[in-house]
């Protein structure tokens, strides 16, 4: 059993640390897994992104085919629209429904949340919001990891509370419970709508 | 761990002493793991940053020298910069073992180039290694320290973007401590005189069937024959991986993770096979040289005959293809997306000098901005556009001078502080003997901003260096690139570009990055 996730964003946004928690918790419960991250230059306000691969078999490329990805979970609705492409049939989209507008030529909005809303399988919120009215601004990117959470089949989410928890050991006990609070409301959101 | 981090862990389970590198993308990892390793921390290996890959080189020479394990770290382009002391230290040999790691960055992610560090490896003589993943990153270090003291050769080793950045769980081997202090090497082969250089490269040569032998038998080279008469492949490195996602059934692969290419295993796929496919990221390095070994009447296809991409790396979707496999997409490419370049961070220093050069940019566009390898090279983008080069580390200051002792007028120059310690400097002695008409601007972070903000090497120092260098004192500033300063920065500037010779202004305050990560320190503490 595998699960292919591309994870998407603007540098800044903080999706490098939503694929660090997924592949803790991957490493702790003894899957195969491959995550291909970007560094450097991209990370400076431009579109980043990364792949990531977990399986119960061994895996061998870093990077996943187009058409392959079974989860997409994107911090900015024009992020998740830039790799809709690479979905299988049955893909979901998990993303922020608020535009991050740090280009002249950024597309008209309207259309782009419609030609969003038109695919398949999207689950879109202002996870922005949900956090400045939770008082954890700062981990917006928890509360996207928390909605995507119950499309994880080979991982609980104590699983990954528990990875959340090691991976902000070292930034002191007030960020990891902004983080793990940003989770269960999104965890929670997802389950109960 | 990334594979950057395994090549780490990989070196210190070997028993390094030092590590010697320039931060460069995508290699910065590796050496940063080591300096926040134990060992790192606790000074029983060296792990400070280097000026430049060529004092890098050298010191791990040294280190070598000396009787002790060293690894030396850079991006590719980092190649260019220490290829002298690299490809003459195939001929002094090494008594510790050095690995020298080349980061490659197939589609230039973060480069200007994508250089194939392979090349290095053929033109030094010596063996290399190409991981194909996170665990052999691991397990080839020791091979590569045992087989450099083996032997008595530097060993390089040449990783890719994709496995330096990508994570994957490695199990560890043993620990070998590391090499005691032994001081008793043979000093004329380290003195390469024409009569000692000589003997040095006979001995390089006499070596070469041995190295060659060495890849022949390497545990990393192997041969999964399939049915007789189909296509083989040459897969090197981690093009590997992609074949092996790819390939359809009855293919017979030939895996190469260790050169010099080993020939016997070529000739033996290419007589299983009718055609070789070579699957290799970056350039056409083993492709070019099958067809020697074959003969020219053998089908060889890959980057040179377009059934893969000429440029850009490797991908799940171009070695498909390359078996003739479409991509299996169900919806299209969506119209509205728009491209999203890296810019500067909010508040970012080199923003305000920009919104300076941008004015006088204006004003006179006959003049020139000569730019370098940096954060600062995005004042090239909208909405600054007032920076016209950007060549390679350390030419801003020389590219000016060129261009002003050719007549143009008027010449200012961008170059970061990191990158005028790692090789500008030099250049600023050329234009100060002459005191040549430009007007060079040191956009000061006190950090090596763009691979994450590691130490500057002349931190603190910029105003003692240009002055011993020969700027004069009234030709030398200091400012602090705040909104609040603009107007003095203009002032200054448009007063040094009509000065018929030297001028250096020092814009000194702290990358936004790096400043951010102290608060956060600071509040985690609370």
Known sequence: ?193 | MLGDEAIALGALYAGISGVYAYPGTPSTEITEYIQLSPQGRSGAVHSRWCTNEKTAMETALGMSFAGKRALVCMKHVGMNVCADPFINSASTGVRGGVVVLAADDPSMHSSQNEQDSRFYGKFALIPFFEPSNQQEAFDMMASAYDLSEELELPVLMRTVTRLAHSRAAVTPGEMRSQNVLNPETETSNWNLLPINARRRYKVLISKQPEIAARAEASPYNWLEPGPEGGLGVIACGNAYNYVKEAAPQGISLLKVSQYPLPAALVRKLAEHCSSILVVEDGQPFVEEQVPALLGAGYKVEGRLTGRLPRVGELSPDNVAAAFGIAAKTTFPPSENISPRPPQFCQGCGHRDVFTVLHKIYEEHPEGRVFGDVGCYTLGSLPPYKALDSCLDMGSAITLAKGAADAGLRPVLTVIGDSTFTHSGMTGLLDAANENSPITVIISDNLATGMTGGQESAGTHKYEAICLALGVEREHLHRVVPLPKNIDEIEAIIRREMEYEGLSVIIAERECMQTLARKMRAKNAKK
């Not at chain 1, 008209?108 to 949900?130: G, H, N, T, W, Y």
């Not at chain 1, 996207?144 to 119950?150: E, H, K, N, V």
């Not at chain 1, 902000?168 to 960020?175: C, H, P, Q, S, V």
Request: hydrophobic share 45%; no cysteine; glycine share 8%.
């Open chain 1, 1 to 193: 059993m595998k699960l292919d996730i591309k994870l998407s964003g603007v540098g800044g946004q903080g999706i490098l640390s939503i694929a660090t928690v997924i592949g803790q918790a991957a490493l702790t419960e003894g899957l195969y897994l491959k995550q291909a991250e970007v560094h450097g230059m991209s990370q400076r306000g431009g579109d980043v992104q990364s792949d990531l691969r977990l399986s119960t078999e061994p895996i061998y490329s870093d990077l996943i085919a187009r058409g392959g990805v079974d989860l997409l979970i994107s911090m900015e609705p024009m992020e998740a629209l830039r790799y809709s492409n690479w979905l299988t049939p049955d893909g979901v989209i998990i993303t922020s429904s608020k535009p991050l507008v740090n280009i002249p030529n950024y597309p008209d909005q309207a259309s782009l949340l419609a030609e969003l809303d038109a695919l398949p399988k999207v689950i879109r919120v202002d996870i922005e919001q949900m956090a400045l009215e939770a008082e954890v601004p700062k981990s917006a990117n928890m509360i996207l990891l928390g909605l995507a959470a119950p499309h994880f089949p080979l991982l609980s989410a104590d699983d990954l509370r528990d990875a959340i928890r090691s991976i902000f050991a070292r930034k002191g006990e007030a960020i990891i419970e902004a983080n793990l609070r940003a989770f269960n409301i999104g965890l929670h959101y997802s389950t109960n709508k």
